[in-house]
């Protein structure tokens, strides 16, 4: 892995986006490959925007053992081509972000061994595929049944769909449905005053809402160069 292939930052910094590196998806893939051979390294991020007529992707690897994150990038030409070779075969914590990629633009990782929707946004690429026609994986049999569970549950836990299929009380088979989550969060905080948006960040999750409003008020004292005092913490 070249050095130049990527950079490392500690979080609660801020990057340009022109600082991280832009790299060919074999070296991109091989970025993934050798730093997630080390079982201290996990992705944190793993995300696209459009940006002039190309799709940019970012990946960003945390290493625990140093308490750095790693980032680097791929544009690909969504004019000319959509398609991509998948690394969730070889990786698997990457399948749900190649999904949501997939979901959002488009492209096609090819191999990926289970391409379906995960959020269902408004703005998803393919609007024909929604929640109602979700292709929920089945098992023909006379032996088994299925049990649905959600989306509303109890307590804080967060709304999702989840499909058994089950062999008397044995579970063969779980598939969770997450698509329940959009709630239009990321348009109101393009119209919130900023303490508005920090309360919205505690109602982001249910279960979250301490972590989201922490992650908040980092970002916006990193972004703005704020210090603050010990005393005050």
Known sequence: MKTNSFIAVENNTVVRLAQIPVIDYA?????????????????????????????????????????????????????????????????????????????????????????????????????????DNYPFYEIESDELHEVGVGPVHAGVIEPGHFRFICNGEKVIHLEIQLGYQHRGVEELFKTKTNLQRHILSENIAGDTAIGHSLAYVSLMETLAGIKVSEVLQ
């Not at 070889?90 to 289970?114: M, V």
């Open 27 to 131: 070296s991109f893939t091989e970025n993934v490959d050798e730093l997630l051979s080390d079982k201290a390294r996990h992705c944190v991020s793993y995300y696209g925007y459009n940006q002039g007529g190309y799709l940019r992707l970012i990946c960003c690897i945390a290493d625990d053992s140093i308490a750095k994150i790693y980032l680097f990038s791929h544009y690909i030409n969504i004019a000319k081509d959509k398609s991509l070779p998948s690394l969730t075969p070889k990786h698997f914590s990457l399948h749900n972000f190649e999904r949501e990629i997939h979901e959002n633009f488009g492209i096609n990782f090819i191999a990926h061994p289970w391409l379906k929707g995960v959020r269902f946004p408004f703005d998803a690429s393919d609007k024909s595929k929604t929640m």
